[in-house]
């Protein structure tokens, strides 16, 4: 008796990094949804608030928390300034401080920002086909210093959790501005 | 003070699926350590041992066996058959059951063969994009039927550890043969 051949449930283009598939799960954050995000409040609160920022789609084949799974997905950040800042994402520690994340760069030009638990902070440039290990128990955040949508793919385990409170209080102690036009890591 | 931009350690070709970077591991499966593992061992052996079956190049970050942690990797299968069987890797289990695992074709034609600790079996079409959650508890094994290399890549937790030796032992409860001209997964 044969066996039939399925397609995969899902796919990945690996120019644009769009994923697609039954149970993909798309999520939008808007210039609205990062407010105290940036230095300058102003600069943010005059924007179109509805304004894409960036969004994401992503897999989920087992239930989140669950110990041994993995997530798959892209995030696509939106270019543009906040007065000297750059979009980016919120950024987040694990939950389960532990679990690491793999991030790898489609399209686009960026930083990746990470921060150890002392605060200590460094930056990896992402471009197409780049592929961060970030470390346990280390802040992550992206930012988008290009022209064009920065867009990147991560795998990451089911039971790692999100943790935004600590950056959502303290930040980052690092931030990325536009000086004389170059995106440059300066202390916060 | 500014805070220096580091490049990302590793690269990942998303056309070829060639990784690269400090310490990547490259391994090599040569006809002659697939002994064994088709049906038709006499076409094996009548082959050249040292030609190439597969090869892959993988990062490891942390040490195996660390909690939370990933690994990253890339597998190219050569095009080719042994008797009526296409190349293809060994296959195994998790030795960690619960511990998942994301496969994604970057180029080629292949097929995952998934086999549950009952020995049910069944196949997934592997093709440019297509990305595929293996599930806790099942064997996969990855069978290049085109006439090209098949390259994937993969992400796995650094505890998920390897079985190989059931898969060694008692075969798949399936195998992929070329039956006039097309690849059809039938029970073994």
Known sequence: MNIGIQPASLTTDWASGRVDGAGVVRARRT???????FTD???????????????TEC????????????????????????GDEYLMTK???????????FYFTYAGEGLLLLMD????????????????????????RTINIGSVPLSF????PSDAGHDYAAIAR?????RVRRIAGVATVVAA
């Open 117 to 140: 638990r002392a605060r200590r902070c460094r930056a990896e440039r992402m471009v197409a086909g780049s592929t961060h290990a970030i470390p346990p128990d280390t802040a992550h």
């Open 59 to 82: 897999a989920f084949p087992v239930a989140e928390g669950t110990a041994g799974g993995l997530f798959w997905g892209t995030t696509i950040i939106e270019p543009g300034l906040v």
């Open 41 to 55: 409040e102003a600069a943010r609160a005059a924007l179109p608030q509805d304004r894409l920022a960036y969004a």
């Open 153 to 156: 793919g991560a795998c990451w």
């Open 91 to 101: 950024g987040h520690f694990h939950a389960h401080a532990d679990r690491t994340e």
């Open 170 to 174: 303290d930040g980052f102690a690092a």
């Open 31 to 37: 210039i609205g949804d990062l407010h105290g995000l």
